[in-house]
T-cell receptor, first 115, second 116 residues
Framework: AQKVTQAQTEISVVEKEDVTLDCVYE???????LFWYKQPPSGELVFLIR??????QNEISGRYSWNFQKSTSSFNFTITASQVVDSAVYFC????????????FGKGTKLSVIP | DADVTQTPRNRITKTGKRIMLECSQT?????MYWYRQDPGLGLRLIYY???????NKGEISDGYSVSRQAQAKFSLSLESAIPNQTALYFC???????????????FGPGTRLTVL
């Protein structure tokens, strides 16, 4: 079974719309970390956020916000007022204490923001 | 200058050839990783190294080998390249935080490898 599921393979939105990228994870560890990375068309991987399992506080950074809910094993990412520069593939990843903190990635969600 | 560099950035080679991908970092991190990315599959871990004397296989190590020449250098080799090793390869580094637990992995720019 996948440990990190990003059910949305591709999403298209019109500029200025809000969009939420879903991430559902599976782990038996009590200590784990969740990440989001952005991969723009240029190909590099850009770190966006890290959350540990003991901190369910939601976070906002500019137009980006993250909703971590242990009860549903989800770590969703919302972009408010999307811009063309947000077009990228977004990866959610899990790191578990029992797995020596190796990163397990979801398959990614390709976001296209249409002007 | 970039903290994590990869050379070459692009490489085209033929089946059966030996090829080495190199990764260098100036972040001072102990841990280094090699991943490959295939369309629709996300990133998968090939090998990782927690220090110069510690090398570990990842999810998909068959057909690959690695060498940790120094804290700052971690090389990935394909002894006899085959077409299904065509992929985008990423190197990453991380450290162990002083408060205990994981530090974030930071990625190099990637190497696009094509095996004909």
């Amino acid at each position: 079974a996948q440990k990190v599921t990003q059910a949305q393979t591709e999403i298209s939105v019109v500029e200025k719309e809000d969009v939420t990228l879903d991430c559902v994870y599976e782990t038996r560890d009590t200590t784990y970390y969740l990440f989001w990375y952005k991969q723009p068309p240029s190909g590099e991987l850009v770190f966006l956020i890290r959350r540990n399992s003991f901190d369910e506080q939601n976070e906002i950074s500019g137009r980006y916000s993250w909703n971590f809910q242990k009860s549903t094993s989800s770590f969703n990412f919302t972009i408010t007022a999307s811009q063309v520069v947000d077009s990228a593939v977004y990866f959610c990843a899990l790191s578990e204490e029992a797995g020596s903190y190796q990163l397990t990635f979801g398959k990614g969600t390709k976001l296209s923001v249409i002007p | 200058d970039a903290d994590v560099t990869q050379t070459p950035r692009n490489r085209i080679t033929k089946t059966g050839k030996r090829i080495m991908l190199e990764c260098s970092q100036t972040k001072g991190h102990d841990r280094m990783y090699w991943y490959r990315q295939d369309p629709g599959l996300g990133l998968r871990l090939i090998y990782y190294s927690f220090d110069v004397k510690d090398i570990n296989k990842g999810e998909i190590s068959d057909g690959y080998s690695v060498s940790r020449q120094a804290q700052a250098k971690f090389s990935l080799s394909l002894e006899s390249a085959i077409p299904n090793q065509t992929a985008l390869y990423f190197c990453a580094t991380s450290d162990f935080s002083t408060s205990g637990g994981l530090d974030t992995q930071y990625f190099g720019p990637g190497t696009r490898l094509t095996v004909l």
